[in-house]
T-cell receptor
Framework: SQQGEEDPQALSIQEGENATMNCSYK?????LQWYRQNSGRGLVHLIL?????REKHSGRLRVTLDTSKKSSSLLITASRAADTASYFC????????????FGAGTTVTVRA | DADVTQTPRNRITKTGKRIMLECSQT?????MYWYRQDPGLGLRLIYY???????NKGEISDGYSVSRQAQAKFSLSLESAIPNQTALYFC???????????FGPGTRLTVL
């Protein structure tokens, strides 16, 4: 069964706006990853945050992790058309960091 | 990512046929994975291999088999394809010690 669930399922924003999506998971984790998938293509790793980290930045991406609430958020600032994609959080499957469990994803559409 | 390639990219087949999907990587990674993605769902792990002599079942291995021919090659077989195996199939790689995975472009399989 899926460990993580993203929310919302879909998000539509204007170019230049920020996009925020959330991930909730069920069991304790050592780390959580976010991946992006452009339509029908392979997933691309965006960022990994460890359980002892609360916030991490990479370019226009900001990820937070709240282990007490078993949740993470991904913020994309100043969105661009190229950010149109599905975003997935991934956590350990069966407690094994090297096997991943993915949520169903958040589909983000950035309107010009 | 050209470092992980999958063949074929698209395949249409009939119920009962045997199908092989191939994955090759030039990243030098020791670990390889096969996932399937169904519309609106996240990826689910089918099989994984941590080295050439190590093959393990994932979440949904029934109806599938794999072969790790070399460190760089990992193939997925559907012994007798059925319509509910219609999906997008992804191969991924990782290096031991890192949970980050690198995905191929996917194979779209349709079973009629």
């Amino acid at each position: 069964s899926q460990q993580g669930e993203e929310d919302p399922q879909a998000l539509s924003i204007q170019e230049g706006e920020n996009a925020t999506m959330n991930c909730s998971y069920k069991t304790s984790i050592n780390n959580l990853q976010w991946y992006r998938q452009n339509s029908g293509r392979g997933l691309v790793h965006l960022i990994l945050i460890r359980s002892n980290e609360r916030e991490k930045h990479s370019g226009r991406l900001r990820v937070t992790l709240d282990t007490s609430k078993k949740s993470s958020s991904l913020l994309i600032t100043a969105s661009r058309a190229a950010d149109t994609a599905s975003y997935f959080c991934a956590t350990a499957l069966d407690g094994d960091d090297y096997k991943l469990s993915f949520g169903a994803g958040t589909t983000v559409t950035v309107r010009a | 990512d050209a470092d992980v390639t999958q063949t074929p990219r698209n395949r249409i087949t009939k119920t009962g046929k045997r199908i092989m999907l191939e994955c090759s990587q030039t990243k030098g990674h020791d670990r390889m994975y096969w996932y399937r993605q169904d519309p609106g769902l996240g990826l689910r792990l089918i099989y994984y291999s941590f080295d050439v002599k190590d093959i393990n079942k994932g979440e949904i291995s029934d109806g599938y088999s794999v072969s790790r021919q070399a460190q760089a090659k990992f193939s997925l077989s559907l012994e007798s394809a059925i319509p509910n195996q219609t999906a997008l199939y992804f191969c991924a790689t990782s290096i031991s010690g890192s949970p980050t995975q690198y995905f191929g472009p996917g194979t779209r399989l349709t079973v009629l």
